[in-house]
Each structure stands twice: as structure tokens, then as C-alpha cells.
């Protein structure tokens, strides 16, 4: 009897060895497939801006042979638009924070130089001498970028650099950094990447703007020990482990706000960086690094965790605008309002995260550079004489004065018609004192939030 017990007992066992062996095999499987998924993913983001970047030094070459005004305005919107989508790849990779920071510059220079010079053939202005010079310089830079970016992607379609094992995991993340600075594009993006023309131009990214004085810092320069001591303040984190400064060096030449910037390791091993201005000791960004396990937060609640957030640290009279829902966060732009008018141009984007309402993220360099009290006359249009300005056909359902930033350093105030139009959501922005329409958006609703374009 114990014989055939035992015996029971042994076939059982084994069944569940078998059963367990199966099933660790085929979450094995799963994994792998979800590796190869997830990499073959991050290898088009980074195949599609290598192609948009290669479409941009082609309409480059074009624009330099065209002599044609209509022509000129095809080829550039082309390159402002590549450039855009070739930016927005580039971020969609898992690399850390800044690492390809000047390529990031670079293509948002591009992008915004064109938009510029569309704006200058619309007004009447032929491209002078200066301004395809500068456009034979670019054509020359991208020409050598371009093939960087091929050797890169030879690496990529090797496997030399697999993007999937980086997505929450911070060792991994360094190296595949380490791999991207073996590389011949990240070898580019350090020696050569902050050689490229300066566009003068009046726009967002241009030298001039970025490097313009920002206006919501204060005064008074604070020493590394401060910037600690408010980035602890700020953070209300009990279970630090370990903050060292991250070294900024030259690079401090090519950003907005100079800051002094710490890593800072929880007892949880997880990750948050933090930037702080050398001038006036304002928290411009922060970024805290985890994955939410489940959703417990509605979209719509996070907009109110995160007002008061910033009305925690100081910031009154912000108002959630757009946002866009993630797999573990929700991110809302806030802009700020002076009475009864919606100021754009000093902004605010918040990170929350869906499973506690933690705050995770948060980056105020817009409103550090732009804010201050403004003295905003009264507009010279009604809202109905503006509203004339705007085609009769389009429906509109919502209209209120708002402050935008125009291509330069400069608000201009106006009247924000939302609507429809042929089925679509637009908003239209109609210069309050000139009724210039100044800008056009379209709407668009994804599962994930709101988007412009």
C-alpha cells in the first residue's frame, strides 16, 4: 500500500514538474516575443527619423536649386515637417535624460528655421545671400549626419544595441548609453553636433530666444549646497539613500537656465533627477523614474492632484488645459491666468502617476523663462469684430482672450475661437488688436488625450 502510495505521489509530482517546466516555457516565450517586439519597435522609431533626416537633407538640396517662391514654401514646409517628426522619434527612444541633447536642439532649430522663411516667402521676402548660406551649411552638416546615422543603424540591425532591455531598468539604460557613445552618431552629437550655423531668426528655438534672460527666476545666485537643500525641500522624500551632483561642465553653455542638477537614489533603487537654477534657486524640472503597478486615479482627478500640487510649491492661478494619458502617468500642460485671460506662454507640464497620484514629473522652464506681471491693454477688437476675421462657415463653441508666444520672444493678445469645421475640432487665433490670424490648430482626440498640430 505504501508502495502505491509513494508510486501516486511520484506520478503526481512529475505531472507538476511537467506542468510547471511547460508553463515557465511558455512565459519564456511570451518574454521573448515581447523583447522582440518591443525592440523591433524602438529600431523603427529610430529607422523613421534616420529617414526623415535623410528627407530633410534632400528638400535641403532642392530648396538651394529652386528659384521658385511657391517651390521654396513646398520644400521648406517638407523640412519643417520632417524635422518635427524626425524630433519626436528621437525623444520616443529609451535613451537617458539629455544624452542626445544637441541632436534634440538641432532638429528643432531646423524645423523652426524653415517655419521662419515659409513666414518670410508668405510676406513677400526672397531668401537673401546670409539665408541660403546658411541653408548650404545645414545641407553640408546633414549630408556627413546622415551617414552617421547609417553606421548607428548598421549597429542597431546587428544587435549591437538592443533597445528592448532598457525600458524600466536604470542599469541597463547606462549601458546602452555606453553602447550610443561608442557610436558614430553619439561620437558626432559630442564633437560636432554644437558646431553647426547659428540660424538667426525670430522663433521659439532660436539662439537668441533660448538664450534670452528668463524672467520668473528672481535674483540672487545660490551655491550647490542650496540647491540641495531645495531640491530636498521640494522633493519631501524620507527614504533618499544616496544624491550625488551630476558634473554639468560646458554643457551648461547650450541650455536656457543654467542649474545645477542632482541624481538622487531612493532606498527602492528607484531613480529621480532634478534640476535647479544657479539663479534664484527655482526648481525647473524634476523626473522620478518608476513604474505604476495598476491604475487607481482617473485621468480627470489627476488634473486636480496636480493644481494642487503646484499650488503647493507656490504657483496660483493655473489652469489644466490639454493632456495626454500615458501607460502609467498622465501628463497636463497648466498655463497660468492673469484675471480672466489664459496665459500660453508661461507654462507648466506636470507628470502623474495613475496608481497613487504620486507627482513624477514636472518641467517649468517655460514659465521660469516667460513669466512676470504683464500690463495687458485692453484689445482694440470686440470678440465680434475678431470673430469676422475668422471663416463664417466654421462652428464655433467656445471664445475667450488668451496670451500665445508669437515666433520671437514677444505675447500677442488673442481671441481663442474653438469650434468645428467640415467634422473637425480647430482652434483658430485671431490677433486681438491687428485681427491677424496669428495661428491655426486642429484637434485631435485619442484614447490617450488631446492632441495639436
Avoid at 91 to 102: A, V
Avoid at 281 to 286: E, F, L, S, T, Y
Amino acid at each position: 500500500m505504501k508502495f502505491k502510495r509513494y508510486g501516486a505521489i511520484t506520478i503526481v509530482l512529475s505531472l507538476l514538474l511537467v506542468i510547471s517546466i511547460g508553463w515557465g516555457y511558455t512565459q519564456y516565450r511570451e518574454k521573448l516575443k515581447f523583447k522582440r517586439g518591443l525592440n523591433s519597435q524602438y529600431q523603427r522609431y529610430f529607422y523613421d527619423m534616420k529617414d526623415n533626416i535623410e528627407t530633410v537633407q534632400t528638400s535641403l538640396e532642392k530648396s538651394l536649386l529652386s528659384e521658385s517662391k511657391e517651390r521654396n514654401i513646398l520644400l521648406l514646409s517638407q523640412i519643417y515637417h520632417q524635422a518635427s517628426f524626425a524630433h519626436d522619434k528621437l525623444t520616443q527612444l529609451p535613451l537617458r535624460h539629455g544624452e542626445l541633447k544637441n541632436t534634440e536642439k538641432f532638429l528643432n532649430h531646423v524645423a523652426d528655421y524653415s517655419y521662419s522663411l515659409i513666414q518670410d516667402h508668405i510676406n513677400e521676402k526672397e531668401l537673401d545671400d546670409k539665408q541660403r548660406q546658411t541653408l548650404f551649411k545645414l545641407q553640408d552638416y546633414l549630408s556627413t549626419f546622415t551617414r552617421e546615422l547609417e553606421d548607428t543603424f548598421i549597429k542597431i540591425a546587428n544587435g549591437d544595441i538592443d533597445f528592448s532591455t532598457v525600458q524600466y531598468n536604470d542599469k541597463e539604460i547606462k549601458k546602452a548609453n555606453k553602447v550610443m557613445l561608442h557610436s558614430g552618431m553619439s561620437k558626432y552629437e559630442e564633437e560636432q553636433m554644437t558646431e553647426y550655423p547659428e540660424l538667426i531668426y525670430d522663433g521659439p528655438f532660436s539662439d537668441q530666444i533660448l538664450n534670452m534672460k528668463p524672467r520668473g527666476l528672481g535674483s540672487g545666485a545660490i551655491d550647490i549646497k542650496k540647491a540641495e537643500e531645495i531640491a530636498k525641500t521640494f522633493l519631501k522624500y524620507k527614504n533618499i539613500s544616496k544624491i550625488e551632483p551630476l558634473e554639468m561642465g560646458d554643457e551648461l553653455k547650450s541650455v536656457s537656465i543654467p542649474a545645477y542638477t542632482f541624481d538622487i537614489t531612493l532606498k527602492d533603487e528607484s531613480k529621480t533627477y532634478i534640476g535647479i537654477s544657479r539663479v534664484g534657486g527655482k526648481v525647473i524640472w524634476m523626473e522620478h523614474s518608476r513604474k505604476a503597478e495598476k491604475h487607481a486615479i482617473a485621468a480627470e482627478d489627476a488634473k486636480q492632484i496636480g493644481r494642487q500640487f503646484l499650488k503647493e510649491k507656490g504657483y496660483e492661478s493655473m489652469e489644466a488645459n490639454y493632456m495626454q494619458e500615458y501607460q502609467d502617468y498622465v501628463l497636463i500642460n497648466y498655463a497660468y491666468k492673469q484675471g480672466d485671460i489664459t496665459v500660453y506662454s508661461d507654462l507648466i507640464k506636470v507628470k502623474v502617476a495613475l496608481d497613487n497620484g504620486e507627482i513624477i514629473g514636472m518641467d517649468a522652464s517655460n514659465y521660469l523663462k516667460s513669466h512676470h506681471k504683464r500690463d495687458i491693454e485692453k484689445p482694440k477688437l470686440s470678440k465680434e469684430q475678431a470673430r469676422e476675421k475668422v471663416r463664417y462657415s466654421f462652428d464655433i463653441s467656445k471664445s475667450r482672450l488668451t496670451i500665445i508666444p508669437d515666433r520671437g520672444a514677444k505675447d500677442v493678445l488673442c481671441y481663442e475661437f474653438k469650434g468645428e469645421y467640415k467634422g473637425f475640432d480647430y482652434i483658430v487665433y485671431i490677433n486681438a488688436n491687428t485681427g491677424r490670424e496669428e495661428k491655426i490648430l486642429k484637434v485631435i482626440i485619442t484614447d490617450n488625450g488631446v492632441l495639436m498640430m
